[in-house]
């Protein structure tokens, strides 16, 4: 058991090591070309201004994705369920696009609390949707059908408000849904900490819930378990990450859904105390190298 734990440890720490590369690396990376350690005046400003805050933004987008992409998939106990796929992103989205469109005109920082705000009402709506329906599903196959429905409603919805918004409000609309680590502040990277950082909280109180939940609702009773108040933490802290990081980034998808797969084959294991840092450590490193490419 000792040994397995230091295998596990060893593997987070090099996935650490490696975060910091692709950090250095996306750092380095761009139209101008300087040397991180000494990189003058004008170089020193477009680390400030751009660099840093967009790397933030990444870091803390992919651990929050991955983070409830894990989290989802332990309360639904099926391994194609992701914010994304189950319409939290899409909720998400639709609020967003509503105050983005709706405020278009406004100062910027009405515009932006706003996106935010609406960001997080969607997500809430919609995981409230799928908490309701999950009670009356017992097949996951069905429940996840019923995740991709919703979020072809949503997307649908999304497009009617695009259609009928004015050139300079559409204009704003795709550029935020084209999906980006690019347009955010330090403000903001603020705002998906805090939202980051109650989700880790969240998730590392509710894990040995999330393991009990795993193998159903008929054994967490027997365990003594509340299943209805695990499945409810968890996607409260997948809202508060989700809407959040939509909010500043655009609809992203793919890292939620396969950061836990990967980390659960590098790990070997489904503990939960182990597979949260692994699995965040994982959407990181895909966000930034995401983000090299880009």
Request: net charge positive; proline share 2%; charged share 10%.
């Amino acid at each position: 058991m000792s040994a397995r734990r230091n295998i596990s440890l060893f593997r987070i720490l090099a996935g650490l090591a490696t975060v910091a590369i692709l950090a250095a690396a996306d750092l380095s990376i761009g139209d101008m070309h300087f040397s991180i350690f000494h990189p003058g005046d004008t170089g020193a400003a477009v680390l400030l201004r751009l660099r840093i805050p967009r790397i933030i933004t990444a870091i803390l987008a992919g651990a929050s994705l991955a983070l409830s992409g894990l989290q989802m998939q332990s309360v639904f106990r099926n391994p194609l369920t992701d914010p994304h796929i189950m319409g939290i992103s899409s909720g998400a989205s639709l609020g967003a696009a509503t105050a983005i469109i709706a405020s278009a005109g406004a100062a910027a920082a009405v515009a932006a609390a706003s996106t935010v705000i609406a960001a997080l009402v969607g997500a809430a709506a919609s995981a409230a949707i799928v908490i309701g329906v999950s009670r009356k599903v017992s097949s996951s196959s069905t429940l996840l059908i019923f995740g991709v429905m919703l979020g072809f409603i949503f997307s649908a919805a999304t497009s009617v408000l695009a259609f009928s918004a004015s050139e300079h409000s559409l204009k704003l609309f795709y550029n935020w849904s084209s999906g980006s680590f690019s347009a955010n502040t330090y403000t903001g990277a603020a705002c998906m900490g805090a939202a980051l950082l109650i989700g880790v909280l969240t998730a590392s109180w509710n894990a040995r819930g999330l393991d009990i939940i795993l193998f159903g609702d008929e054994y967490a009773m027997l365990c003594g378990a509340d299943a209805r108040r695990i499945r409810a933490f968890a996607m409260v802290s997948c809202c508060l990450m989700t809407g959040m990081a939509t909010a500043f980034c655009g609809p992203l998808g793919f890292v939620g859904i396969v950061s836990p797969h990967i980390a659960r084959w590098v790990i070997g294991s489904s503990v939960h105390r182990r597979i949260i840092p692994a699995s965040m450590i994982t959407g990181i490193a895909i966000s930034l190298c995401a983000d090299i490419i880009t």
